[in-house]
């Protein structure tokens, strides 16, 4: 989406259903890449980090509190499942944030708008934009309003818990071969980004990053989980 083209923030703010505040708001959808094709305009990521934190904390309390007869290690599971880069994915892609997403024109180009680790962490922009517009309570009605679509899914907490498997299993039930997936790496020794790609046949095809192999491989393999059960809903 190139200057001029961008969607209404009215349209997005009816969506949101919260009175966050426009400048704020503005803030929480600038993407660093278009703030430095802009002159270095300020971008979401100071956000971002707040909103980690009001979401982590709402998630937190509210399987705490519904699920008392779970262990720690089952809670954190679910919590997992509830507030990873696919799931807060999945739940831009719910409100039709990626559109709104202000990027620069090589994030544009490879798909930026509906790239997962783009939209997660807009969705944590939002959150952060939110809570300081209206404050805690507001913040953490709209994040559990926000994830409620997601906890409704048993099926979610297993994927969530061995994605890799479940994806398999999903494949096997499809007829499909079992899943590929192949491993790129950037970055200094240090400080190491991988980035997996699982392809399942013709059916499906997600990325995942992370600081391991493993980590990656597991992002990418919820991602692709969650579009072939999506499509098995439609």
């Given at each position: 989406?190139?200057?001029?083209?961008?969607?209404?923030?009215?349209?997005?703010?009816?969506?949101?259903?919260?009175?966050?505040?426009?400048?704020?708001?503005?803030?929480?959808?600038?993407?660093?890449?278009?703030?430095?094709?802009h002159?270095?305009?300020?971008?979401?990521?100071?956000?971002?980090f707040?909103?980690?934190?009001i979401?982590?904390?709402a998630?937190?309390?509210?399987?705490?509190?519904?699920?008392?007869?779970?262990?720690?290690?089952?809670?954190?599971?679910?919590?997992?499942?509830?507030?990873?880069?696919?799931?807060?994915?999945?739940?831009?892609?719910?409100?039709?944030?990626?559109?709104?997403?202000?990027?620069?024109?090589?994030?544009?180009?490879?798909?930026?708008?509906?790239?997962?680790?783009?939209?997660?962490?807009?969705?944590e922009?939002?959150?952060?934009?939110?809570?300081?517009?209206?404050?805690?309570?507001?913040?953490?009605?709209?994040?559990?309003?926000?994830?409620?679509?997601?906890?409704?899914?048993?099926?979610?907490?297993?994927?969530?818990?061995?994605?890799?498997?479940?994806?398999?299993?999903?494949?096997?039930?499809?007829?499909?071969?079992?899943?590929?997936?192949?491993?790129?790496?950037?970055?200094?020794?240090?400080?190491?980004?991988?980035?997996?790609?699982?392809?399942?046949?013709?059916?499906?095809t997600?990325?995942?990053?992370?600081?391991?192999?493993?980590?990656?491989?597991?992002?990418?393999?919820?991602?692709?989980?969650?579009?072939?059960?999506?499509?098995?809903?439609?």
């Amino acid at each position: 989406m190139t200057d001029g083209e961008t969607p209404s923030r009215e349209e997005l703010v009816e969506r949101l259903a919260v009175p966050v505040d426009p400048a704020l708001l503005e803030l929480a959808l600038t993407h660093r890449s278009y703030a430095y094709e802009h002159g270095g305009l300020p971008h979401n990521e100071r956000l971002e980090f707040l909103g980690d934190a009001i979401l982590g904390k709402a998630v937190t309390v509210q399987l705490f509190t519904e699920n008392p007869d779970l262990d720690e290690g089952d809670l954190a599971k679910r919590r997992a499942s509830l507030v990873s880069s696919v799931a807060l994915a999945e739940i831009a892609r719910m409100i039709g944030l990626g559109k709104h997403i202000l990027l620069g024109r090589g994030e544009e180009q490879t798909g930026g708008h509906d790239k997962s680790s783009i939209l997660a962490d807009a969705v944590e922009a939002v959150i952060g934009a939110v809570y300081l517009s209206c404050g805690d309570e507001i913040a953490t009605e709209f994040v559990l309003r926000i994830v409620q679509p997601l906890t409704v899914d048993p099926e979610r907490f297993g994927a969530a818990m061995d994605p890799k498997t479940a994806l398999q299993e999903a494949a096997a039930r499809r007829g499909a071969g079992g899943p590929t997936y192949s491993i790129e790496a950037a970055g200094p020794d240090h400080s190491r980004v991988f980035t997996a790609t699982v392809t399942v046949g013709e059916l499906v095809t997600a990325i995942g990053e992370g600081t391991s192999k493993k980590q990656a491989e597991m992002a990418a393999a919820l991602d692709a989980w969650t579009q072939l059960t999506a499509r098995k809903k439609k």
